[in-house]
């Protein structure tokens, strides 16, 4: 009797838990090699983009909280920053700083889950647990600013809500230092990891050229040998003030994209030691109209989020409320590659290259 | 040699162990909250202008302000605050000119019955007291009108006759010359 033969189809999520989030992808397998996959993304789609239409410029930054919520302090400077650039208004010295500190805070903290997510991914929840403790304590930083943890909603057109609340600096300077001696600690804990290594190294490879045809960003790029970053290409904010290096990786496999994540870390770290060593003082908020009229006309700017480059695009037509608003999201457009890069790995690895893009749902159904 | 880097790996959660905890035993034991923190909303009635800036303010339409007006004056006769759409982003209280509207330190916000998740923050009494308290001060504001009306007829009453009788003496000083 012969065996029959035939391809299986696998259901990956939307509710499992490597997929971080509602996310799912249709695996065609041929016995456990990937033949083809399918990414269906959309289980998160809330129409953010549509409701901004329905809300004034301000009323906008709660929801852009919801984008990436893993750094939503980034998804308000994205927003924030289009505003500004399509009213010209010019943002108070000391409100850039905060900004960049709290930013470069959020770009840890998503590194952190990035970093964390991606061992437990693989089987090591030790990593997991230790990278969240550290996030915690951004995540308590955040709270002393404004309230929240995790929706900030911190960043105002024309400047910030608040000033640094008392205390703020020393905590935040404490914690850098610890973070050093951490960062020392998740390699020791991940990275060094043989089995991780294994699991890791030269796991679905992406070549520089693809990536860049791909459109795609952030530390998935950089790890492909492409020395894209905003902060540097094309400085927005105060970043030129700052010694800062952008790390790079060569190999484009899943462990260049973790480890790149490591090291952006550290130079996120010198970032904020250098703007909280040289904070000046002064007003935290621009001098602006009371209702937020911008002319008509449209506006797209850029920053470096965690994830990659985040666009905001916006059209307005004159009147209190935005005629159009659009999000470029880096996860998703990151995303777009994926059926790509899983075929022919085991499906064992599609968890690993899923983990290694780093993607938040909140960002890519949007 | 294989093996090596789980063993570094090894010491370093070995190392921890001995470590204090980091986790806290949660009902019992509760972490400090920032003074920022936005936690349940709290109204101040007293406070309250009836402004309705705060139910501009709000992205998600969760609160609705009704008003009466007494005396033309405006007088909040209900103030509603639907938390379960709240976005906890704190553009009321940013936007409240009197500082009405405040977001305190409670977190715990599970409610037994879905109805109790709306928050009614005025009751009858409330108003009914700032109701009396503004006919009250617009009926003292009358008597003391009407008194100081009645002053003024009298001063100016006063003045006339002080004059007239200036005007009398000034003739006859005119006279006498």
């Known amino acids: ?366 | 040699m294989f093996g090596k880097g789980l063993l570094k790996g090894m010491k370093i959660t070995m190392v921890r162990f001995f470590k204090p905890k980091e986790t806290v035993q949660y009902p019992e034991v509760r972490l400090p909250l920032p003074d920022r923190f936005l936690g349940k909303p709290e109204f101040y009635y007293d406070k309250c202008i009836a402004c309705n800036q705060c139910v501009a303010a709000c992205p998600n339409n969760v609160i609705t302000l009704k008003t009466e007006t007494v005396e033309k004056k405006k007088i909040v006769t209900q103030y509603y605050f639907d938390q379960q759409y709240c976005l906890f982003c704190g553009l009321c209280a940013e936007a409240c000119p009197k500082d009405a509207l405040k977001f305190t330190k409670d977190f715990e916000l599970t409610q037994y019955k879905r109805q109790d998740i709306k928050l009614k923050f005025v009751n009858p009494e409330q108003v009914a007291k700032k109701k009396a308290e503004v006919l009250q001060a617009a009926l003292e504001k009358q008597a003391a009108q009407e008194k100081q009306a009645a002053q003024e007829k009298q001063a100016s009453a006063d003045k006339q006759i002080a004059s007239e009788k200036q005007a009398a003496g000034n003739e006859a000083a005119a006279g006498v010359c």
């Open chain 1, 1 to 366: 009797m012969a065996v029959r033969q035939e391809e299986f189809v696998l259901n990956m999520g939307p509710q499992h838990p490597s997929t971080h989030g509602v996310f799912r992808i249709v695996l065609t397998l041929d016995g456990e090699t990937v033949v083809k996959a399918d990414p269906v993304p959309g289980y998160l789609h809330r129409g953010i983009e549509k409701l901004a239409e329905a809300r004034t410029y301000t009323q906008v930054i709660p929801y852009t909280d919801r984008l990436d919520y893993l750094a939503s302090m980034l998804m308000n400077w994205g927003y924030v920053q289009a505003v500004e650039k399509l009213m010209g208004i010019e943002v108070p010295l000391r409100a850039e700083y905060i900004r960049v500190i709290v930013g470069e805070l959020a770009r840890i903290a998503s590194h952190l889950v990035a970093t964390g997510a991606m061992a437990s991914d693989l089987g090591g929840l030790t990593g997991f647990l230790y990278t969240f403790r550290d996030r915690e304590e951004i995540l308590d930083l955040f709270e002393m600013v404004c309230g929240s943890r995790l929706t900030a909603s911190y960043m105002r057109i024309g400047g910030v809500a608040k000033d640094l609340p008392e205390g703020f600096v020393p905590k935040a300077k404490e914690f850098l230092k610890k973070f050093t001696l951490s960062l020392a600690e998740y390699n020791g804990l991940i990275t060094g990891n043989e089995i991780f290594q294994r699991r890791t190294k030269n796991v679905g490879i992406l070549s520089a050229e693809k990536a860049v045809d791909m459109s795609l960003s952030g530390p998935v790029l950089r790890a492909s040998g492409v020395g894209h970053d905003l902060r540097k290409v094309r400085p927005y904010s105060i970043y030129p003030q700052f010694e800062f290096e952008v790390p790079l990786r060569t190999n484009g496999d899943c462990f260049d994209r973790y480890y790149l994540r490591v090291l952006e870390m550290a130079e996120s770290v010198k970032i904020i030691e250098q703007a909280l060593a040289s904070l000046p003082e002064g007003p935290v908020m621009a001098k602006i109209p009371r209702i937020i009229k911008p002319p008509a006309g449209e506006v797209y700017t850029e920053i470096e989020s965690s994830k990659g480059i985040m666009g905001v695009y916006i059209v307005s037509d004159g009147s209190p409320k935005p005629y159009r608003v659009h999000f470029r999201r880096p996860s998703f457009i990151n995303l777009g590659y994926l059926a790509e890069m899983v075929r022919g790995w085991k499906v064992a690895d599609v968890v690993a290259i899923l983990g290694s893009l780093d993607i938040v749902l909140g960002e890519v159904d949007c």
